[in-house]
């Protein structure tokens, strides 16, 4: 079976032979910025905005990669146009842009800091696992807060889309304590609600959309379709803090994220959210978003379900 194509560092090679060094920053440091674009219908859906995104994630980290934009956009899909030849008319590919800044053999802290590194550009694809999602899609995903707090902003700014998530994987290690299936949702240092570890997530009072503010959480490419669709469908939008109180007692709440576009939350710490049902606005999010991209993006991942058994099989008598 032919693999698939991976861009390293100028080369177009295939996947079993794209490796980064042990010394790479992304590794040494965690010094990795990211973005993760999905298709529809094999085409790829706000490329540009991703790219852009990248770009001053980039500007910000100090990175210079030696490509414009349109020029690493064009690489993207020549990428996407091989890889997709591999996957089936009903499957769909995530394409991951990352980018490290270089390798870094000196383990020397901050003395090594004058040393001068080229950075690691890397994309790379992968058919969306839609089983993955499939149950939350149609059930609603469960939050829950650990203690584990979002990184403050006074750190680095959450703008940029990084790779140094150790607070995120402690999050939903602990999160899975409570619930196997639980995504957390982490707090800032004053309580506020800020994202979960891949999505940014919104809730719903009154009919009015309420996002927490631009200072804890990425403004993702996602969210920002969600922003769009509102305008359209007449749903107001707004940003202010947000305390497990008001998800608690919310009408509804929602995940928005690049793989899945939107996903219903039914449940906080365990307790439901509203009816503890996927509720109105986020169905007439959701047709709007299929309309825009074309596809039935809820039965992508329909498809997905495990299938319950027929009656009369099983083990027990």
Same mark, same amino acid.
């Given at each position: 079976m032919t693999e698939s194509l991976v861009y390293l560092n100028g080369r177009v090679i295939p996947a079993s032979q794209a490796s980064l060094k042990i010394y790479d920053a992304g590794v040494v440091l965690g010094a990795t910025v990211t973005e993760m674009t999905r298709t529809f219908r094999h085409v790829l859906f706000r490329l540009d905005d991703h790219v852009?995104?990248?770009?001053?994630?980039?500007?910000?980290?100090?990175?210079?990669?030696?490509?414009?934009?349109?020029? =690493?956009?064009?690489? $993207? @899909?020549?990428? !996407?146009?091989?890889?997709?030849?591999?996957? *089936?008319?009903?499957?769909?590919?995530?394409?991951i842009h990352f980018v490290t800044a270089g390798e870094f053999p000196v383990y020397a802290g901050s003395a090594a800091g004058a040393a001068r590194t080229t950075p690691t550009v890397c994309l790379?694809?992968?058919?969306?696992?839609?089983?993955?999602?499939?149950?939350?899609?149609?059930?609603?995903?469960?939050?829950?807060?650990?203690?584990?707090?979002?990184?403050?902003?006074?750190?680095?700014?959450?703008?940029m889309k990084y790779r140094s998530r150790m607070h995120y994987y402690l999050a939903d290690h602990e999160a899975r304590l409570v619930d196997p299936d639980a995504i957390a949702l982490l707090l800032d240092l004053d309580g506020n609600v800020t994202e979960t570890s891949g999505a940014n997530f919104l809730?719903?009072?009154?009919?009015?959309?309420?996002?927490?503010?631009?200072?804890?959480? =990425?403004?993702?490419? $996602? @969210?920002?379709? !969600?922003?769009?669709?509102?305008?359209?469908? *007449?749903?107001?939008?707004?940003?202010?803090?947000?305390?497990?109180?008001?998800?608690?007692?919310?009408?509804?709440?929602?995940?928005?994220?690049?793989?899945?576009?939107?996903?219903?939350?039914?449940?906080i710490n365990g307790v439901a959210i509203g009816g503890g049902q996927p509720g109105p606005v986020y169905r007439r999010?959701?047709?709007?978003?299929?309309?825009?991209?074309?596809?039935?993006?809820?039965?992508?991942?329909?498809?997905?379900?495990?299938?319950?058994?027929?009656?009369?099989?099983?083990?027990g008598g």
């Open positions: 852009a995104r990248l770009f001053r994630s980039l500007k910000y980290t100090r990175m210079d990669i030696g490509l414009s934009p349109s020029e =690493l956009e064009a690489v $993207s @899909r020549e990428l !996407v146009e091989q890889n997709l030849k591999l996957i *089936g008319p009903d499957e769909e590919l995530g394409l790379h694809t992968f058919p969306l696992p839609f089983e993955l999602w499939a149950k939350k899609m149609r059930d609603g995903a469960h939050v829950v807060t650990p203690s584990i707090r979002h990184v403050p902003p006074q750190c680095f700014d959450p703008k809730i719903v009072e009154r009919g009015t959309i309420v996002s927490p503010t631009l200072t804890n959480i =990425l403004p993702g490419i $996602s @969210r920002q379709t !969600v922003i769009e669709l509102a305008g359209r469908l *007449g749903i107001p939008f707004v940003e202010r803090d947000i305390q497990v109180h008001s998800v608690m007692n919310a009408d509804e709440a929602f995940l928005s994220s690049t793989p899945f576009c939107v996903m219903p939350v039914t449940k999010l959701l047709a709007a978003w299929n309309d825009v991209v074309g596809v039935d993006v809820a039965g992508q991942f329909a498809k997905h379900l495990p299938v319950a058994p027929e009656r009369g099989e099983g083990t």
